[in-house]
């Protein structure tokens, strides 16, 4: 009994030993990190962020690896650690900071609808950030207008729509009309056209049979008309002509 209780001890004393070297180890890597941070070398400093999170896994950690992608413009990648180190971190701080870059991710993303909401579940946690509510004026600013260039380009695409619509051709008649139908139809659309052109035809050959007094009154009539012709033209000859000036 006393032996087992001793190999405990001993396990016990070894597994904290190797959790103490542990947390040691991530915390010396994301000390590195902030410092390749700061130095902007990112490439590196990505590395000791990582190397970190093998050996623990924080929010911390998660953080920073986030900010080093986001500012490689890798921003599908800064969404998601982002999220993560804003459900793992219990510091309000730190979970403040994370909504502040996820909204900051999204927006770069285009997101805009997803970077209002990360900045307000930002400032539910630190009201007065001053720089986070800037940030949301922003995002709302470029949601209404991506939302407005959405609509223009949803109602020029119903117009367009609209007037193909309006451009095609009359549907085709029913083929399936007996043939002999058909024709009987066209023969009766084709006949009161050809009454038309026969009955002008007679009209135009028939004499024109005037009477005395109709033929003196038509004289009469065009005689008339002939004068107010030379009138006409006799002032037209009489008016000057204006000068155009070329400019």
């Not at 701080?93 to 285009?110: M, P």
């Not at 007996?178 to 056209?193: N, T």
């Not at 009477?211 to 030379?230: F, N, S």
Request: hydrophobic share 25%.
């Amino acid at each position: 009994m006393y032996v087992r209780m001793r190999t405990l001890w001993i396990c016990l004393a070894l597994l904290a030993t190797t959790t103490v070297t542990v947390a040691q180890s991530a915390h010396s890597h994301l000390r590195k990190g902030d410092k390749r941070y700061e130095s902007e070398r990112l490439d590196e400093a990505e590395e000791s962020y990582r190397k970190a999170l093998e050996k623990k896994k924080s929010a911390q950690g998660i953080y920073n690896l986030g900010n080093t992608v986001y500012r490689q413009q890798r921003f599908e990648e800064a969404v998601s650690r982002f999220e993560e180190a804003a459900k793992s971190a219990d510091d309000p701080g730190v979970k403040s900071q994370a909504f502040h870059n996820l909204g900051n991710a999204y927006f770069q993303s285009q997101q805009y609808d997803k970077s209002v909401e990360a900045y307000k579940d930002a400032l539910r946690l630190n009201p007065n950030d001053r720089q986070t509510k800037y940030n949301l004026a922003q995002a709302q600013a470029r949601l209404q207008q991506q939302q407005q260039q959405q609509n223009q380009s949803q109602n020029q695409s119903d117009e367009e729509q609209s007037q193909d619509q309006e451009n095609q051709p009359p549907p085709e008649q029913d083929q399936q009309n007996d043939p002999q139908d058909q024709q009987d139809q066209q023969e009766q659309e084709s006949q009161p056209q050809e009454d038309e052109r026969e009955e002008r035809e007679q009209q135009q050959n028939q004499p024109q049979n005037l009477t005395r007094e109709e033929a003196e009154e038509l004289l009469k009539i065009m005689e008339e008309e002939e004068k107010k012709v030379q009138e006409k033209m006799r002032k037209a000859d009489a008016k000057p002509t204006k000068s155009k000036k070329d400019w």
